[in-house]
């Protein structure tokens, strides 16, 4: 059923005071907040226009790989599973997450733990923040694939720029889920596209990620609100629900219009890195660099993060 502007709005945004304070506070609130009002065909143009706009590669050349990852994404609004980062790489980056503590945002008052020993059992994720996920090994090289780049500059007409990197451990034997374990939509950006690392290795009794295949087309259940997974069912059938494994260190890149979510783990935890590609800053990066450019990185597609 279509929404009315009306109950779009309000998902984000209750009142117009609460939006006057948000844009105050922070200026990139003025376009987050107001993205849910946008249907699809309207999020299309907007997007058009600002990729237009943008700064290009010059003589820009994708690759094969680049063109067949747009492709599907443009189809399916998920990519294949792509095969596995190198042994060596994943071992250092699991290593350092697994030595730096993390932390449950909805319940401060419990402070950081490690990746292991969640203090309650009502915290179904620990988290790392976007500087602790910058700061990890490879990660630069992680978030400037080559062959993700192109795809995504394919796909936005543009550069794209590198915003909301985090990575987070799942738990098992959790009986809710919560957060982003419902399906939902993704509003950060009229186009945002996420590059999605398996850190450890992810099956059906792992808390796969699901996705609903062309969603991202879809203006079904457009209301800016998590959904169950009856809704899912009525509104898109089975057929279209796909559940991601893949071994450790595996990717796939995902329109995160498109409704997805996080299934529960039920045996083993899972640590997931996911890496935002989008036409503009949202709220959720830091307002401000957070280290240098050691060199060789696109300043422009990296300007969220790096100096």
């Not at 006057?20 to 849910?36: F, G, K, M, T, V």
């Not at 907007?46 to 820009?60: M, N, Q, Y």
């Not at 978030?143 to 990197?165: F, Q, S, T, W, Y």
């Not at 800016?224 to 997974?229: V, Y």
Request: charged share 25%; net charge negative.
């Amino acid at each position: 059923m279509a929404t009315t502007f009306s109950e779009r709005l309000r998902t984000r945004v209750p009142s117009l005071k609460r939006f006057s304070e948000r844009a105050c506070q922070d200026s990139r609130h003025i376009a987050y907040d107001l993205l849910p009002t946008l249907g699809l065909p309207q999020r299309g143009g907007v997007a058009a226009l600002i990729g237009a706009l943008k700064p290009k590669t010059f003589d820009f050349a994708p690759s094969d790989q680049a063109r067949a990852l747009c492709q599907a994404l443009k189809q399916d609004g998920l990519t294949p599973m792509q095969p596995a980062i190198p042994a060596d790489i994943l071992n250092d980056v699991v290593d350092y997450f697994k030595v730096t503590p993390c932390h449950d945002p909805f319940r401060p008052h419990v402070g950081t733990f490690a990746w292991d020993q969640p203090p309650a059992d009502e915290i179904n994720m620990g988290y790392y923040t976007a500087e602790e996920t910058l700061r990890a090994p490879h990660m630069l090289d992680l978030m400037n694939r080559p062959d993700v780049l192109e795809a995504m500059e394919l796909h936005l007409g543009c550069k794209p720029v590198v915003d909301n990197i985090g990575a987070f451990w799942s738990y098992p034997d959790r009986h809710t889920a919560k957060g982003v374990q419902r399906f939902h939509r993704d509003y950060d950006c009229v186009q945002n596209i996420k590059l999605f690392y398996y850190l450890t290795e992810v099956d059906d009794e792992a808390g796969p990620h699901m996705f609903v295949r062309g969603s991202h087309n879809d203006r079904a259940l457009e209301t800016g609100k998590a959904q169950t997974d009856e809704a899912i069912t009525e509104a898109f059938g089975t057929d279209r629900l796909t559940a991601i494994t893949g071994p450790a260190g595996s990717w796939f890149l995902e329109d995160v219009y498109g409704f997805h979510k996080g299934q529960l783990p039920v045996n083993k935890p899972r640590l997931l890195l996911a890496i935002q590609y989008n036409l503009y800053a949202s709220p959720h990066c830091p307002k401000a660099p957070i280290m240098d450019n050691p060199g060789g990185y696109d300043p422009y597609i990296n300007r969220i993060f790096l100096k």
